[in-house]
């Protein structure tokens, strides 16, 4: 795992464009690179014991993970785990298949056959609001997509509100 390891080979690829023909000692810029490097050693474990097999989910932290007769995997979470392992090295389309195939049914499970919207069964306040419903469907449409999958009904399209109509028909104007 190289996190900074672009921003390094720009560097020294620069050097070779102002006419450097042996690479630059490391600068304290490149020490610093591969220091920051380092910090992300222990990601992908520590987003593991965030993963919750039986839905295919991942919950927001471990506190949340200790006490699930509160708390569930969230979308958004296990959107954000799916992003940490990508700049890890790990893409979602390389997980093992069995927790790939996992994540996918987590994200089309929650969607709602009638509406196309999907939501967190654990946080059903959520249904209430546009925004997070919003939040929600891009969340799990770039997960699926990235996961090699998609979403099991229409997505809803224009201005939908959490009834699943269009905002303007509900509109008295």
């Known amino acids: ?86 700049d890890c090295g790990l893409p979602a389309n390389a997980l093992p298949d069995s927790v790939r195939r996992a994540v996918i049914r987590y994200f089309q499970t929650r969607q709602d056959p009638e509406t196309g919207f999907f939501s967190d069964p654990h946080y059903p306040q959520a249904r209430q609001s546009e925004r997070l419903l919003g939040r929600m469907m891009g969340f799990s449409r770039r997960s699926l997509e990235q996961l090699g999958a998609a979403p099991l009904y229409r997505l809803p399209s224009g201005q939908v509100g959490p009834s699943g109509l269009l905002t303007y028909y509900a509109s008295p104007q």
């Open 1 to 86: 795992m190289k996190r900074f390891a672009l921003l390094t080979v720009l560097l020294v690829s620069g050097a070779r464009a102002l006419g450097q023909t042996t690479p630059p000692a490391p600068s304290p810029l490149a020490s610093y690179l591969t220091q920051m490097d380092s910090l992300f050693r222990d990601v992908p474990g520590w987003l593991w014991n965030l993963y919750e097999p039986t839905s295919g989910g991942f919950y927001e932290n471990i506190a949340m993970r200790r006490q699930p007769h509160r708390f569930g995997p969230d979308i958004q979470s296990t959107t954000q785990a799916l992003g940490l392992l990508t």
